[in-house]
Structure formats: structure tokens, C-alpha cells
Nanobody
């Protein structure tokens, strides 16, 4: 199984910002849709955002729309999740996932490759 590597998690106060990065280990993101998912304690994994391989299409969960922004830099082989106006409710382990697809995918079961997650904690 191909593993992805997330970075950028940490502790931040409510209203602050954090930028997560996702990069593959041993491969490129070419032709892959990349998504971000999160799982909070006591809750199931939920979709956060996804971006097509070209970067031309994105999708966001309603809970983060207007606050989070997903982007990708194919030259740097990295996908980012810019998180602004963070709330305590955003506290979760954030996972990066990838799937070879020409389109945006929002269902976690469709993704093939996953990172181990990075903890994001937002304090009030």
C-alpha cells in the first residue's frame, strides 16, 4: 500500500490558522484526486475537501466551506489544506487520501491511498 505523509498539524487557538500539507512517499500525485478527511473523538470519519488532479475542481464539506481552502502544487508534488477561522469543533485527526481519478471524489471508501494522519487541536 502506498502511504501518504501529512504535516502541519498542531495546537492552535480558536480563530487561528493552520496549513496542512500532503505529499506522497515514493510517487507523484499526477492523475490523482486528493482529498482531506478528519475524524474527531467519538465520531466517524468525515469528508473535508477534495481537489481534482488538475486543480480545476474542488469540493468542500458544508462545515468548512468558506474557512478552508484546498490547493495543489503539482510542481512541488504537494497538496495543501489551508484552514482559517478555526473552531474547537475542527479538532480532529486529519487524513490525506488519494485515488487515481479524473474527477473529484468525496466518499472515503473510494480512496486507495491514505496517510497516517496529523492531529489538529483547536482550543477555545
Amino acid at each position: 500500500q502506498v502511504q501518504l505523509v501529512e504535516s502541519g498539524g498542531g495546537l492552535v487557538q480558536a480563530g487561528g490558522s493552520l496549513r496542512l500539507s500532503c505529499a506522497p512517499s515514493g510517487r507523484t500525485f499526477s492523475t490523482h484526486v486528493v482529498g482531506w478527511f478528519r475524524q474527531a473523538p467519538g465520531k466517524e470519519r468525515e469528508f473535508v475537501a477534495a481537489i481534482s488532479w488538475s486543480g480545476g475542481r474542488t469540493s468542500y464539506a458544508d462545515s468548512v466551506k468558506g474557512r478552508f481552502a484546498i490547493s495543489r502544487d503539482n510542481a512541488k508534488n504537494t497538496v495543501f489544506l489551508q484552514m482559517n477561522s478555526l473552531k474547537p469543533e475542527d479538532t480532529a485527526v486529519y487524513y490525506c487520501a488519494a485515488k487515481e481519478s479524473w474527477r473529484v471524489v468525496v466518499t472515503s471508501t473510494a480512496y486507495d491511498y491514505w496517510g497516517q494522519g496529523t492531529q489538529v487541536t483547536v482550543s477555545s
